[in-house]
């Protein structure tokens, strides 16, 4: 059984920092590609980070976001700096088999958590 579980979540003011986790089981993650999204109140799900052959991020977090493995792969962490009101939302962890993959589209993940919330006040 796949599961995604995402921890870590919370209430920060801006300028904060807070470190989201993502534990993963049922299949071998190290080989899957690693991401995060997040939906804030009222809008549609968007693109965060992603790891997989390459490292890449949403212009909206580049410089204050860092997406990460753990030593043993099948943990996925999210750090994230400078936070800002703007970065209010439920983060998800996602995972596909596509490992090589850029794509930062929703569509481009096959494995979902539930989400944590991260509400940042000003």
């Known amino acids: 059984q796949v599961q995604l579980v995402e921890s870590g979540g919370g209430l920060v003011q801006a300028g904060g920092s807070l470190r989201l986790s993502c534990a993963t089981s049922g299949r071998t993650f190290s080989v899957y590609r690693m991401g995060w999204f997040r939906q804030a109140p009222g809008k549609g799900r968007e693109f965060v980070a992603a790891?997989?052959?390459?490292?890449y991020y949403a212009d909206s977090v580049k410089g204050r976001f860092t997406i990460s493995r753990g030593s043993a792969k099948n943990t996925v962490y999210l750090q994230m700096n400078s936070l800002k009101p703007d970065d209010t939302a439920v983060y998800y962890c996602?995972?596909?088999?596509?490992?090589?993959?850029?794509?930062?589209?929703?569509?481009?993940?096959?494995?979902w958590g539930k989400g944590t919330l991260v509400t940042i006040s000003s």
């Open positions: 996602a995972a596909d088999r596509d490992y090589y993959s850029d794509s930062m589209s929703v569509d481009g993940m096959g494995y």
């Open positions: 790891t997989g052959g390459s490292t």
